[in-house]
Nanobody, 126 residues
Framework: VQLQASGGGLVQAGGSLRLSCAAS????????MSWFRQAPGKEREFVAV?????????KYAESVKGRFTISRDNAKNTVSLQMNNLKPEDTAVYYC???????????????????WGQGTQVTVSS
């Protein structure tokens, strides 16, 4: 299984970015896919998750609700994160993660995911 994240960059506060994660080597529609982020000196934190296996579950961290939207395209084996109204505190390395066997109640827990992308840097200037 390989996950390849892209789309990061430098943007001013209030701007937008769209991250993408391309997956290969797996039956994508069976996998729960998520985004986490890690800022310098901080622990990795949950951002958003979208369930697999036809389930409709989508969850967001409180800090990004109403600004970020996660989506998936099972035909293209991709998961995306549309980030609007970005804030300086959104600055971090963003990672996509996936796993086939994630319990609904633990979707925001990084240890539940076996497969991780390499990360893409998002920098928001004030």
């Amino acid at each position: 299984v390989q996950l390849q994240a892209s789309g990061g960059g430098l943007v001013q506060a209030g701007g937008s970015l769209r991250l993408s994660c391309a997956a290969s080597g797996l039956i994508f529609n069976r996998y729960t896919m998520s985004w986490f982020r890690q800022a310098p000196g901080k622990e990795r934190e949950f951002v958003a998750v979208i369930a697999g296996n036809g389930r409709s579950t989508i969850k967001y961290a409180e800090s990004v609700k109403g600004r970020f939207t996660i989506s998936r395209d099972n035909a293209k084996n991709t998961v995306s994160l549309q980030m609007n109204n970005l804030k300086p505190e959104d600055t971090a390395v963003y990672y996509c993660a996936g796993d086939r066997n994630v319990i609904v109640g633990l979707m925001a827990t990084s240890k539940e995911y076996d497969y991780w992308g390499q990360g893409t840097q998002v920098t928001v200037s004030s």
